[in-house]
């Protein structure tokens, strides 16, 4: 170790950063897990709620797009209903290339909450 280093190590304040620093981490290694799984109940409970109670309403394809990810392509789908509001949705290939920007397609939303939707293609 270089001699700076080791006068710096010599006094508290540079254990003390190594221990905040590996306190911090071990913080992030438990809550961030939790995080994500908390967002994945959250987003369950909100797709099984649209099956259950979802409206049915007129919205139109605005945009489509294909993006690349490790090699594979995805499929994005934006949407608009109930006058302004704007939703994504990556969709199959097979869905994509039936679909046609202005087309008129139903959307399946939540009436108390009408950020939560998808497209309906029943």
Not at 94 to 105: E, G, M, N, T
Not at 113 to 120: G, K, V, Y
Request: net charge positive.
């Amino acid at each position: 170790m270089a001699p700076e280093l080791m006068d710096t190590f010599k006094n508290s304040s540079g254990w003390t950063f190594i221990f905040s620093g590996s306190v911090l981490l071990v913080i992030f290694l438990i809550v961030f897990p939790v995080f994500l799984i908390a967002q994945a109940i959250y987003q369950y409970r909100n797709a099984r709620t649209l099956e259950q109670t979802g409206t049915l309403t007129t919205g139109a394809i605005l945009e489509k797009w294909v993006d690349s990810s490790d090699g594979q392509p995805i499929y994005h789908v934006l949407y608009k209903y109930r006058r302004s509001i704007k939703a994504l949705q990556v969709v199959s290939e097979s869905v994509f290339q039936k679909l046609q920007c202005k087309q008129s397609i139903d959307v399946l939303h939540l009436e108390n909450a009408p950020h939560i939707s998808r497209l309906n293609f029943n």
